[in-house]
């Protein structure tokens, strides 16, 4: 089956710094890549949908410019939190579309 | 796309089949019904899908009610790595993306 990488697995950054998660789609080509995020004993909430070549599109609420997110190839997007601060603590999970969703292992975000 | 409830959590025994009800009342003609598993701290993972006919794959059985207002999905015969949240989701027709709506599914723990 289609396989979603994501690096890093988890990372730890202080409160101010930015930050930068890869999504890649491995042995496929997704023009379309979401990114989801989910809060402890929460359900996923997708935050963005990725369009290679194409500006993202925001789900209502979310910063487009805290959450900066370039796709820029057709197995690879980034998402980067900028200005990070502790309540951005999450697990962040990107998915790549492929006549349906396939989900990375997701990237364990914790800011101190 | 339609709305889905399942029962918050359901317990099985080893060995045993696993049945995960699904009600979807106001799905619409060209909506399917799309089950993933999200094991903790990973990414979702996909299990089936169907439109109106019971389907079959290595991992599961999807059995759809004839008025399509709910679904059933069976796993034959439940492992201890089964245990996991398990969601229910109706999206549209597969010409094209549409986002996944995830709810809260249900949590299957399986037992010794």
Redesign the interface.
Known sequence: GAVVSQHPSWVICKSGTSVKIECRSLDFQATTMFWYRQFPKQSLMLMATSNEGSKATYEQGVEKDKFLINHASLTLSTLTVTSAHPEDSSFYICSAWLGFEYFGPGTRLTVT | DAKTTQPPSMDCAEGRAANLPCNHSTISGNEYV?W?R?IH??????II?GLKNNETNEMASLIITEDRKSSTLILPHATLRDTAVY?CIVRGG?SG?S???????TMLLVSP
């Open positions: 799309y993933y999200q701290s990973q990414g979702p993972q996909y899908h969601y597969n993306y986002t996944l709506t995830f709810g809260k599914g």
